[in-house]
């Protein structure tokens, strides 16, 4: 059996790691996806990473900060992932307001989509252009460089300044911050 050395003096075996982080990283993975199914995947990919890894963790000094960082940024790419399927990003959206049933919470989400809207509407012509052809459209950067005649550098230089913008633009206008962080999350990749 493969063991992991959590110190100099003692070794642990991969059930007593599983057993001792197991809760902890379906938590952490499910405070940040909100999906009872995420949190179960993400887990499992977790730890069959450390499993496949395990003589490469002899070196890590402090297993329990090494498994929270992991989870922390497999939770991040599960998110980012999703923002590239339309009908999980709705079901983020719906969960990230707790309850698709309260009427609160569904016209919070569509105040946020529509501050979204004005702040594009306030982006300079070509700042607007670039974020509707990747963001709306779907298009790569060199796509949108080769059909508005840029360089790929500037057509991402546009873009961030405009997610800049709107992220900016959704913070002054009272947008609650789990929102602002799930819009990050969507449309920062």
């Given amino acids: 059996m493969r063991g992991f050395k959590l110190n100099r ?4 075996t991969f ?20 999906s009872g199914y995420a949190a179960e995947e993400i887990t499992q990919e977790i ?11 002899n070196d890590v000094k402090n297993l329990g900060g090494y498994i929270y960082t992991i989870t922390r940024n497999y939770s991040l790419n599960y998110l980012r992932k999703a923002a590239s399927d339309t009908r999980l ?4 959206m719906r969960v990230a ?10 016209l919070a989400v569509s105040e946020c989509r529509q501050l979204i809207s004005r702040a594009v509407g306030r982006l300079s012509p070509q700042r607007q252009l ?10 790569t950067y060199d796509e949108i460089a080769a059909q508005l005649n840029l360089s790929k550098h500037t057509v991402k230089n546009h873009l961030m300044a405009a997610l800049s913008f709107i992220n900016t633009y959704l913070t002054k206008n009272g947008v609650h911050s789990a ?3 799930l819009f990050c999350c969507i449309y920062n990749q």
């Fill in 9 to 12: 003096h003692r070794n642990l």
């Fill in 15 to 34: 059930e007593e790691v599983f057993e001792h982080y197991k809760l902890q990283v379906y938590n952490q993975v499910y405070a940040i996806a909100k």
């Fill in 47 to 57: 730890f069959i990473k450390l499993w496949t890894n395990a003589e490469a963790l």
């Fill in 89 to 92: 990003v709705n079901e983020l």
């Fill in 97 to 106: 307001v707790v309850d698709d049933n309260n009427t609160e919470a569904r």
């Fill in 130 to 139: 670039v974020y509707k052809l990747c963001k709306e459209d779907g298009m």
């Fill in 179 to 181: 929102m602002v962080l």
